[in-house]
C-alpha cells in the first residue's frame, strides 16, 4: 500500500532530515512510526503526501508514484497533521461538505458516513456550528471525520490522538482497527509508546533520519517493552 524506497531529503543550510529510508507498509497494516523531536518523522509524513518534496528515492502508493501520478496518490490517501488547520469561517457540515466535493462523495453516501461518524464522535448536533467555535479537540474529531468521508485505501496521521479526551481516543483506535480491517492501511506517527505498543502490528524507530529499528511489534518487543526497545536503539544510534 505505501513503499518508501531510499528516501532522502536535505534542507537548506545542510541539514539532512532524512537519509535512506526505507519500509514497507502493507494492506491491512496499523504501522506506528516512532521517534524522537526532530527524528525525521514529520518529514517522512509530508514527503508521502506530496507536501515535501524530496532529494533522491521513490514513494508510491497503491503502486501509484507520489510525483509523476501525484493527484492518483492524493485520491486514495488522507492526511491529518497534528494540528490540523480548519478554515474557521466554515461550519462544521460546510467543512465537512466541501471535502466530500472535492473526492466527489455521492450526496446519499456522505450523509450517511458524516451522520455515522459525527455521531459515533458525539459531534453531530455541533455540525450547524462555525469552526472557530470548537474545542482543539472538536476541531481534531471533525479532521477525522473528513478523513474517513471518501474511504482512502492509505490514512497518514501524524500524531492523531493529541487533543482527544480517553472516549474519542477509544472510538478512533476501534476505527483504525475496522479500517484495517477492510483492506486498508494506516501510518501514523505517535510520542505514546505504550500506545503505538498495544495498536500497531508494525513499527519503525527512526533516529537522525535513519531507520534504527522495524519490524512485528511482537518480535521487536519480544521479552521487553516497546519503550525499552526504543531507549535501546535510540541509545545505540547516538553512540555510534
Known sequence: MLEIKNLTKTYKGGKTAVANLSLTVRAGDIYGFIGHNGAGKTTTIKAVVGIHDFDQGEILVDGKDVRSQSMACKQVTAYIPDNPDIYEYLTGIQYLNFLADIYRVPAKAREERIRREAEDFGIYSVLGD?????????????????????????????EPFVGLDPEASLILK?????????????????????????????????????????????ELTRDKSLEDVFMEVIGHDKAD
Open 130 to 158: 462555525l469552526v472557530s467555535t470548537y474545542s482543539h479537540g472538536m476541531r481534531q474529531k471533525l479532521a477525522i471525520i473528513g478523513a474517513l468521508l471518501h474511504e482512502p485505501k492509505l490514512l497518514v496521521l501524524d
Open 174 to 218: 476501534k476505527k483504525m482497527h475496522a479500517f484495517c480491517e477492510k483492506g486498508s492501511a494506516i501510518f501514523f506517527s505517535t510520542h505514546v509508546l505504550e500506545v503505538a505498543e498495544k495498536l500497531c502490528n508494525r513499527i519503525a524507530v527512526i533516529s537522525g533520519g535513519k531507520l534504527v529499528a522495524e519490524g512485528d511489534t511482537k
